[in-house]
């Protein structure tokens, strides 16, 4: 079932990139420019130790690291394809909240091919990849 799933969001990540985004230059958001987290967002911490990042690994193989890569730099086998290119989390975690890691993961992001994986993911799952993220470089 959750085979299914993850194929369903990539072929869904594929079409949808192939109707194009309107960036005109396939990078993905520039890091000074991003948007600010919603009120229903803002200020949330992640509630789980460092120790979650094993869990949120596993999670991130599975999920993230066809479009984000292994390290997260946004180079993976899908992600070279998308327009635009999926973000280098290793570089955004230096800059934002777990707050806005959180949003961004639960919600998406328009525009791109980061779809929301709220429904798919549980709570507890995604504060995991934010673990994870934080252990990038």
Not at 23 to 45: F, K
Request: proline content about 7%.
């Amino acid at each position: 079932m959750k085979r299914t799933l993850f194929i369903l969001v990539v072929l869904t990540t594929l079409i949808l990139s192939a109707c194009g985004s309107g960036s005109d230059n396939g990078t993905p958001q520039e890091i000074g420019t991003l948007e600010s987290v919603p009120a229903e967002y803002a200020g949330m911490t992640n509630p789980l130790s460092a120790e979650a990042s094993a869990d949120g690994a596993k999670i991130f193989k599975t999920n993230c690291e066809t479009c984000h890569g292994p390290q997260g730099h946004g180079d993976g086998p899908i992600g070279e394809a998308l327009d635009p290119k999926p973000q280098n989390l290793a570089e955004l975690q230096t800059v934002v909240a777990d707050d806005y890691l959180y949003w961004r993961i639960a919600e998406g992001s328009p525009g791109t091919s980061m779809p929301p994986w709220k429904n798919i993911l549980t709570e507890e799952q995604i504060w995991q990849l934010v673990a994870f993220i934080r252990t990038l470089e």
